[in-house]
Each structure stands twice: as structure tokens, then as C-alpha cells.
């Protein structure tokens, strides 16, 4: 039981360690959409369609781009975490769907689902106390 009991004083180093490392992937992984310009964001923003959104393709591909790569800053400083976590689920939510569409199966949409259900429990545990937030 004790042991137990000790386990909790690591909760924030855990939730840093956790905000670092995704982080650093969604920079590494939005980068290159940000990079692709508005043919690249176009090609990204087309992936709407699954919800039957078909106009401003642009636009929405430069979102899901700053979501995962401005996403990814916030979230290694822990500024904005819950609206941040919000973005970054749709934005999962769109991919998996997307992948759907394709005919990816399940194996093409868990990497999308997985980064989803992580995101969606952070918005409830909260980005822990080394975090510009809790300053």
C-alpha cells in the first residue's frame, strides 16, 4: 500500500513527461502539413468531407496543420491545455473518420483513434502543476 501512496507524488512528472512527448510528435508530424502550403492544405482540408463540410478545403487544412503543430508547443508548456486538447481531438476525430472513408479499416484509423481517446482523458486529469496553467 505503500508504495501505492508514493506513486501519486509522481502524477506531475508523469503528465510532463506525457505533454512533452506527444508534443514533440505533433510538432514533428504538423511541421511538414504547415510546410505544404495551400495546395497541401487544401489536400489536408479535403478530409471535411467525411462530415459534410466540402467548402474553404484551405482553411481547414491550415487549422488541422497549426492544431498538431502550434497544438504540439501549447502542449509542452501546458498553455491552453483544455482548448488545445479540444482542437487536437477534433481533429483525431476527422482523421479517423477520414481514414474510414478511404477504406483503411481499423488499422488505418487506430493511430487517429488512439491520439483521440489519449487526448479526450487529458481534458479531464488537466495538464498537472509544471505547467504555464497552473502559474
Known amino acids: ?12 512528472t ?11 510528435m505533433f510538432i514533428i508530424h504538423g511541421f511538414p502539413k504547415i510546410a505544404g ?10 478530409s471535411m468531407k467525411v462530415v459534410g463540410i466540402d467548402f474553404l478545403p484551405v482553411f481547414w487544412g491550415f487549422m488541422a496543420a ?19 486538447l479540444i482542437l487536437l481531438t477534433i481533429t483525431m476525430i476527422i482523421a479517423a473518420l477520414g481514414h474510414f472513408a ?6 488505418g484509423a487506430s493511430h487517429a483513434i488512439e491520439l483521440g481517446i489519449v487526448f479526450f482523458g487529458l481534458l ?12
Open 1 to 12: 500500500m505503500a508504495v501505492l501512496d508514493n506513486l501519486g507524488k509522481y502524477r506531475n
Open 102 to 107: 478511404k477504406g483503411d479499416g481499423l488499422s
Open 37 to 46: 502550403g495551400p495546395d497541401g492544405w487544401a489536400k489536408l482540408g479535403g
Open 66 to 84: 497549426a492544431t498538431e503543430t502550434f497544438g504540439g508547443f501549447l502542449l509542452i508548456v501546458g498553455l491552453f491545455f483544455r482548448p488545445v
Open 14 to 24: 508523469g503528465l510532463l513527461l506525457l505533454r512533452i512527448g506527444l508534443g514533440v
Open 124 to 135: 479531464f486529469v488537466g495538464p498537472g502543476k509544471y505547467s504555464v496553467d497552473k502559474k
